[in-house]
């Protein structure tokens, strides 16, 4: 089988080209799409508008316009792809997603349906401040109706985004910059990758270590550091934040009997915390110890470099963190 | 009532064809309003009596591949459009007979059949996803159209602008449909407004915008004609702000303490209902004893379907966990 090496944004592009040219209802809008805008503020859409004409459109800075415009065409029978630049800005879009997009199934009894993926770009790390790099999967995996999405491997990228494109319900798709930097093969017939399952990055019997997105490549940065301290880690990667797999991740901790989750989201009322709940309720007495949590402070992503580091959950406070679970 | 003499004018036909349509909307008011007042209908009620021209005059062009979007006060808009009353009546009294199986009520109901696809309780809302409709249309190469209707409230919010300038720059064909009835709320038009006219805020997006009398089919017809032709050609839409009045406040029970004395007493005095009623009979468009069976027939409609939509089977707890996704939620 023949792959190529490349870059989760790559995968997205990969993944939109194939959409595109296997279902003539595939649509790609949103701010600086089209090609000679630069393809989205990543490239993802490049060579899209080039190849697809009129089903890519570039479109003014409104956010509510745009999942407006894909809420209507999905609809009506398409299935649009709207990329909202930054994570952040899909705040000022929330009534369209949150509301209506979310909801229309339901409150129609069934009569309508909104399949729609919102692609969107955040992560700290880059020095963007307050304003530009805030993970909300939190947010959304709160609301009915929405499915969550946060890869880490370029082929799961790639297989994730294809799922979500044929998915008859909205989703929202995280970019994270954290995981944009580590290329890796992809199978080039990759096809689509189900949505709600974990996948295991690497096995082990001590703790199990539940991440997504970001943290699940620093996780993968800290793999070196367990094994020095002598714990095995089964690492998980949760990919579909909502539905999630319990069944995958309540099995390995049921193996562990130790848990320790870490997201790039604000630890507090996190993913997390749903998780964590969760073991507790269905495997307490079997635990070895408490499941522990790591996620941001309850603080805007701050500017100064040594702020950023210090707000997000490093290498380092998953290895503290492992051993202490041990001890 | 004005009748310009370049402009498109209605039939007979066509006239009779609107008043029917006025009647349908006043007739399930009606009966929608003494059913909640003898207890029998528990819901919030935002009634649009007095701004029937509106509706019935977009309707009359519409087709049932044309779709409408519209609003918590948009009930007259989907019967306007001959959505079937006996559904939504099952609806508004939450049954699973309802259009929605009774999970939206009177604020969402949605009926695709018919093309009402967006009922939203948000305002403003109606307008961005009106515009994806009008995209699917444009690249479906279709003529169908869609109306987009807000009130002037919603001419004030984000929503209204952000989806008036991407219907100018794509050229969707949309017309979006504003029944100024002078009240956002409690607040009165001028005191949330900055212009005295919504139709100037059109030239900022690109698109033609009138100021009309709501209450006169006649300057209706002319110019929902004109803007529906204009959309089906495919050259882009346009913003119609209708004059009319709410005869009954903001929501049911609303005292309207906040208007001037005397100035509902005076827009009553215009009720478009009668009036245009009278305009049937006295240039002969119609006989009395054809209005009256028109109204006859509408009136066993809406008791048939009140019947019905009272009549059914409460949902059961289970459809918590279906149509939140395609695929029905475990338990």
């Known amino acids: ?327 | 009532m004005s009748e310009a003499s370049n402009a498109p004018q209605p039939d007979t036909k066509a006239l009779v064809d609107i008043y029917r349509r006025m009647v349908r909307i006043e007739r399930n008011d009606d009966a929608i309003l003494s059913t909640i007042r003898k207890g029998r209908l528990q819901m919030p009620y935002y009634s649009a009596r007095g701004q029937e021209v509106i509706p019935a005059t977009v309707s009359h062009f519409l087709t049932d591949e044309d779709q409408i979007c519209t609003i918590y006060r948009g009930i007259q808009d989907m019967v306007a459009k001959d959505m079937p009353l006996k559904p939504l009546w099952a609806e508004i009294a939450g049954r699973v007979d309802g259009t929605c199986k009774g999970k939206g009520g009177p604020m969402h109901l949605t009926h695709p059949e018919t093309g009402v696809m967006v009922t939203t309780g948000i305002v403003g809302s109606s307008m961005p996803i009106a515009n994806g409709l009008a995209w699917a249309a444009q690249l479906d190469g279709s003529k169908r159209v869609v109306i987009a209707y807000f009130g002037d409230g919603a001419s004030n919010i984000g929503a209204f602008h952000e989806a008036m300038n991407l219907a100018g720059l794509w050229k969707l064909p949309v017309i979006f449909v504003c029944p100024n009835n002078r009240y956002a709320e409690h607040t009165s038009f001028e005191k949330g407004t900055a212009v005295d006219k919504i139709s100037k805020r059109a030239v900022g997006y690109g698109m033609p915008g009138f100021t009309i009398d709501g209450n006169d089919p006649f300057e209706m017809y002319a110019h929902v004609a004109t803007a529906i032709d204009r959309a089906r050609a495919g050259e882009g839409p346009t913003l119609l702000e209708c004059n009319t009045f709410r005869f009954m406040g903001h929501v049911l029970g609303d005292d309207m303490k906040y208007m001037p004395e005397g100035e509902l007493a005076k827009a009553k005095e215009n009720d478009p209902l009668p009036a245009f009623r009278q305009k049937l009979l006295d240039d002969g468009h119609a006989t009395e004893a054809q209005l009256e069976e028109m109204t006859q027939q509408i009136e066993q409609e809406v008791a048939a379907a009140r019947e019905f939509g009272m009549a059914s089977e409460v949902p059961s707890a289970d459809e918590l966990r279906r149509d939140v996704f395609e695929q029905e939620m475990s338990a």
Not at chain 1, 169 to 183: K, L, N, R, V, Y
């Open chain 1, 1 to 327: 089988m023949s792959t190529t090496k490349m870059h989760a944004i790559q995968g997205v592009n990969a993944a939109l080209h194939q959409a595109m040219a296997e279902d003539e209802k595939v649509l790609v809008l949103g701010e600086d799409i089209a090609d000679p805008e630069g393809g989205g503020i990543t490239g993802a859409a490049q060579g899209l508008s080039t190849k697809f004409g009129d089903r890519v459109r570039s479109t003014p800075i409104s956010e509510q316009a745009i999942v407006g415009a894909a809420i209507g065409a999905a609809m009506a029978g398409y299935k649009p792809v709207a990329e909202i630049m930054l994570m952040n800005f899909t705040t000022v879009a929330m009534d369209m997603i949150f509301n209506h997009a979310a909801k229309l199934r339901f409150m129609s009894g069934g009569q309508t349906s909104v399949p729609i993926v919102i692609r969107t770009l955040t992560g700290a790390g880059w020095q963007t401040a307050g304003q530009h790099a805030d993970h909300l999967e939190g947010w959304f995996a709160h609301a009915a109706g929405i499915k969550v999405v946060a890869p880490s491997s370029p082929a799961d990228y790639k297989g994730l985004m294809l799922s979500c494109i044929q998915d008859p319900d909205p989703c929202i798709f995280i970019e994270s910059a954290g995981t944009m930097f580590i290329p890796s093969e992809v199978d080039d017939d990759q096809g689509p990758i189900p949505l709600g399952k974990a996948r295991i990055v690497q096995e082990g019997t001590d703790v199990t270590l539940v991440t997504w997105s970001s943290q699940c490549i620093r996780a993968q940065m800290a793999l070196e550091g367990f094994a020095e301290a002598g714990v095995s880690v089964e690492l998980i990667d949760l990919r579909t934040i909502s539905p999630w797999d319990r069944e995958t991740v309540l099995a390995s901790a049921q193996k562990t009997g130790r848990v320790l989750i870490a997201h790039e989201a604000v630890r507090d009322f996190g993913p997390g915390a749903e998780i964590a709940a969760t073991i507790n309720e269905e495997l307490f007495g079997k635990l070895k110890a408490p499941v522990r949590r790591l996620g941001a402070p309850k603080c805007p992503v701050p500017f100064a470099k040594a702020l950023e580091d210090a707000y997000i959950v490093q290498p380092a406070d998953m290895i503290a963190a492992v051993k202490g679970l041990m001890s």
